[in-house]
Nanobody, 119 residues
Framework: VQLVESGGGLVQAGGSLRLSCEASGSIFSINAMGWYRQAVGKERELVAAVSRGGSTYHADSVKGRFTISRTNAKNTLYLQMNNLKTEDTAMYYC??????????????WGKGTLVTVSS
């Protein structure tokens, strides 16, 4: 499975961006997908996740501002980010997991897309 992110960039605080992640390869094996981010000097953190059935999770820090969605037909993952804050600046990574896969739930990673929010 290959994951390719797009949609990152530079935006002013209060602005919006939409990240996309396209999965290819043995996509039939994918169960949950999600977005992680890692800011400079900080650990990677889970931002949002969605199961194949559509159940979603959003971290408290992004609730009400970010929305994760997924098209199962194409195994494409999105992250709509509104009202961006400077603390959202980070490299954003797409991740996917298979049933019975890695204990941390992630079996595949994308290379990341950079989001920079200026004040």
């Amino acid at each position: 499975v290959q994951l390719v992110e797009s949609g990152g960039g530079l935006v002013q605080a209060g602005g919006s961006l939409r990240l996309s992640c396209e999965a290819s390869g043995s996509i039939f094996s994918i169960n949950a997908m999600g977005w992680y981010r890692q800011a400079v000097g900080k650990e990677r953190e889970l931002v949002a996740a969605v199961s194949r059935g559509g159940s979603t999770y959003h971290a408290d820090s992004v609730k009400g501002r970010f929305t994760i969605s997924r098209t199962n037909a194409k195994n494409t993952l999105y992250l709509q980010m509104n009202n961006l804050k400077t603390e959202d600046t980070a490299m954003y990574y797409c991740a996917a997991g298979e049933p019975g896969g890695s204990p941390d739930g992630v079996d595949y990673w994308g290379k990341g897309t950079l989001v920079t929010v200026s004040s």
